[in-house]
């Protein structure tokens, strides 16, 4: 499992600007802060699974990855995948991380799905946010936005141009950046749902095989 950073993380990183990289040394500060925060939200987080009785267990992701420009370059994941096989539940999460080029910059949630997906041979790939899928615009905003209820090859270029105008929602890009990475799954012949995780038992019935409300992605292997 990996979850974002949400208010623990996206106001500070936004405000020390430490995802363009450290520039002056109050911002070492504010990138040992913003770990703090994020691990103190992980911390929450697991607690509450493990209060209903999932054997979840935090995972620094700062810790076992090095990142060029918010880009994994390498990460330990023999831990995780050896987590998983004795049926633990690995929690990981958006982190500001060690870049090799600019010394910080914010390895996302995104970009942890995306790479685990692919490291670990995931089967299927469940993206939840605070709306029922992807929208052709922001239904926070626009009361004729309309769901998309499959994204394929034919309508691909389409849904990304009608999502760019949110590509900078937040420090790591929104749900522009979210279907992009997840495409990158989807042509491996990995099935990505994009699901509202607000609404109650739609994360477990999508994980069991049930139908739910949502996008899902559909793309041939490249």
């Known amino acids: 499992m990996v979850h974002g950073a949400g208010s623990f993380g996206h106001p500070q990183v936004l405000a020390s600007r430490i995802h363009l990289g450290i520039h002056e040394k109050k911002q070492l500060v504010s990138f040992a802060e ?26 620094q992701p700062s810790a076992i990855a090095i990142v060029k420009k918010g880009k994994i ?22 982190v500001p991380a060690l870049d090799v080029e600019q010394k910080c910059s914010i390895l996302s949630g995104d970009e942890l799905v995306a790479y685990l997906a692919k490291e670990l041979m995931a089967s299927i790939v469940i993206h939840g946010t605070d709306v029922d899928g992807v ?36 420090v790591t890009g929104g749900m522009y950046s979210k279907i992009v990475r997840l495409v990158d799954v989807a042509k491996r012949g990995v099935k990505c749902l994009v699901v ?13 095989g049930e139908k739910v409300l949502g996008s899902i992605i559909n793309l041939s292997k490249s």
């Open 34 to 59: 913003v770990q703090s925060w994020q691990n103190l939200l992980n911390f929450i987080i697991t607690r509450e699974m493990q209060k209903r009785g999932i054997p979840a267990i935090p995972i």
């Open 73 to 94: 370059v390498e990460m330990f994941t023999n831990v995780i995948s050896q987590l998983l096989n004795i049926g633990m539940v690995p929690v990981l999460y958006g």
């Open 196 to 208: 509202n995780a607000e609404k109650r038992e739609t994360i477990y019935k999508a994980l069991i």
């Open 135 to 170: 929208f052709t615009k922001d239904p926070k905003r626009y009361p004729d936005a309309r769901l998309i209820r499959e994204i394929t090859n034919e309508n691909l270029q389409s849904v990304l141009q009608s999502l760019s105008e949110s590509k900078f929602a937040d």
